[in-house]
Structures are given as C-alpha cells and as structure tokens.
C-alpha cells in the first residue's frame, strides 16, 4: 500500500528524463599538480566503466587538503577561474561529452573564494557557484545561497557543504523547486547518516553530494557521501575509501500541486522526530 502510494506520488518508472550521475570520495595530495592527476585518473576511469556517464561530481577544494584556517596555503594552491585546472578539466568534458563538477580555492580580485565549477560537454564552465557560508576568513562570501543552472533540461541547484546548514539557503532551495541539488562536501564524518537523512528529506529533488577521503596533516576524512531521491530514500550511502558511485536518476514529469503537497508532507513529516532525537548532533551545527 504504502510503495503504490509513493508510486503514485513520484512515478519513477514512467521518467522523463534521465541522468547518469558519478559522484567521487577523492583522496587528495597536499599539491594540486598531483589533484590535478588524479581527477583527470579518475575520470577516465568512471567513463572506461560506465561509458553512458553523463555527470561526474567531486568534492568541496579538491584540488588542495582542506583547511580554512591556513590562508597562507589556500593562497599559494589557488586558482583563478577559468585557470589551468579548468582548462584541464574542460578538455576532458569535451573530449567524453560530459559534466564534470569540482570545487578548488579561487584566486579572483585580489581575495579567495571557496568555489565549484560546473563544466559542460562542449568545454564550457557554464555555472560556478562560490560558498556564502565558510567556515573562516579565509576565503572571501558570496550573496547567493544556492547557484542554479540545467544540466540535460534538469534545474539543477550547486551548493557547497556548510551553506546547506543556513536557514536561508534551507528555504530557497525548497522555494525554487529544483529536481537535482548538487551538494560538494568536505565533512569528515555523518555519524548515523543525519544530515543524509535529514537533507534527503527537505528539498523534494534528487540530492548528489561529493566528499574526500584520507588523513590531510592529522585530520582524517571518512569520505562519506550519498544520493537520494525525491521521496527521502537514501538509495547511495557509502563512507570509508576512496571510491566512485554511479546511479541512474530518474525525473518523473511536475506532478499536481494537490500531488506535491501530498509528497511534501509524507516525506517531510519525520523530520521533526528525526531532529529530536538527534538533538545533541543539531546544536553541533547551530
């Protein structure tokens, strides 16, 4: 009863559109000429195994280790955008006819910005989203809570790690009424999966996040990652090596608004028992 429900309330099997999503844990170095080769290793390796990839995710800063606070380093591993990285990276969309995502520290205007690149398969960044909530000075803010862009005739929202903590960011992810979030991590753990679970609940669209994986001078990255779907189900969850996931979404045409609301509230409802019983986790993040 309840499967024929959600059937009826986001039927999958009759999709419209499809997207075939790779989403990465990449272990990184501490210089980028090496990130770099690994990205482009990895890459080839996602579409030598799933040749029909259409998108290929990495995390938050890929390119370096991740630490807000050493500005010193954020400066020297820095990169304008577009930049040798993006270069490289935008020949190996072109060259597979794919989507690739990745995050990296921005040298622009004189300041730094905790950016993600999406490039397209014809070589073009078509959307950067720079983070509006880091976690020190370091890297400069941004106004925009979530960057919207269409990959394959999806509306697709780029966000990075910590902005999806904000309750501004929280409202207007849910008022565009995206079908695909495209969230870029740099966590190092999701003890008992909360905020996937909690994150796959809100937004009523598929969710694909990115992390890293591996020690980076003493801090240790689980490489958690995950993908969701529209109805809240974790259907990808994995943490704990380097790795790559592949998954297939399927976007159901827009329902009914008397249909999306029945959705909403069904899958939204056990937030509230969710965040209860985590409450020690949520003032973590408060």
């Not at 170095?29 to 990495?58: C, G, Q, S």
């Not at 370096?64 to 380093?73: I, T």
């Not at 490289?88 to 622009?108: D, F, K, N, P, Q």
Request: glycine share 6%; net charge positive.
């Amino acid at each position: 009863m309840a499967s024929r429900l959600k059937t009826t309330l986001y039927d999958e099997g009759g999709a419209t559109k499809h997207l075939k999503v790779a989403t990465v844990a990449l272990q990184c170095d501490v210089e980028p000429t090496v990130n770099r080769a690994r990205i482009v290793a990895m890459t080839e390796a996602i579409v030598d195994a799933y040749p029909e990839v259409e998108l290929v995710v990495f995390g938050e800063v890929i390119l370096c280790w991740y630490n807000p606070k050493r500005r010193d380093y954020h400066q020297r591993t820095a990169e304008p955008i577009p930049g040798e990285t993006t270069c490289t990276v935008a020949r190996l969309a072109m060259e597979h006819g794919i989507y690739i995502s990745l995050g990296l520290s921005e040298s622009r205007d004189g300041r730094l910005y905790n950016a993600q690149v999406l490039l397209n398969p014809a070589g073009e960044i078509q959307a950067v989203h720079r983070k509006r909530y880091p976690k020190s000075d370091t890297f400069s803010r941004r106004p925009v809570p979530v960057t919207v862009t269409e990959i394959k005739g999806i509306k697709t929202g780029m966000l990075i790690c910590s902005d999806a903590a904000s309750p501004r960011t929280m409202w207007e992810l849910m008022k565009k009424r995206l079908e695909l979030i495209v969230l870029s991590l740099a966590d190092d753990s999701d003890e008992g999966l909360f905020m996937a679970k909690f994150n796959a609940r809100m937004y009523d669209a598929w969710l694909v996040t990115a992390n890293r994986y591996g020690d980076e001078d003493g801090h240790f990255w689980d490489g958690h990652l995950m993908i969701s779907d529209p109805l809240g189900r974790l259907r990808v969850t994995t943490n704990g090596l380097e790795q790559y996931q592949v998954y297939d979404l399927g976007f159901a045409s827009s329902s009914s608004w008397p249909k999306w609301l029945v959705r909403s509230a069904m899958v939204k409802a056990p937030l509230v028992s969710h965040v209860l019983g985590n409450w020690k986790r949520v003032r973590s993040y408060l």
